[in-house]
């Protein structure tokens, strides 16, 4: 009787402790991976999108876009515009809402 108190007091210890311990593993796996350096292919892409970001802002839109785009995007927002009405569809919208108003009317 005491031996089977002491198995499921200790296969419930284990299960506990077992969680407890995949969750920190799993934890500080994602801390040590931020704290060494990435493998070559996370950094090589990294690089990628930050020389992406670079020639974005220097270009001041999409980079390499050919005149081909740029017609495409004029014919694209010129359809816009007569479906949808005028604005400058590059933006976005401004909203702007009034208060409602709480009083009571007398009747």
Request: no cysteine; glycine share 6%; hydrophobic share 35%.
């Amino acid at each position: 009787m005491i031996l089977r108190q002491i198995l499921r007091l200790s296969s419930t210890f284990s299960s506990a402790v077992n969680i407890h311990l995949r969750r920190n593993i799993g934890l500080s796996a994602i801390v040590f991976n931020k704290a060494k350096e990435l493998d070559p292919v996370q950094k090589l892409f990294l690089d990628k999108i930050r020389e992406y970001n670079t020639k974005s802002k220097q270009a001041g839109g999409p980079v390499d876009a050919g005149p081909d785009f740029q017609k495409d995007m004029n014919e694209s927002l010129a359809r816009l515009q007569r479906q949808y009405g005028e604005g400058d569809l590059t933006k976005f919208p401004e909203f702007k809402f009034e208060e409602p108003n709480f009083e009571e009317t007398p009747k």
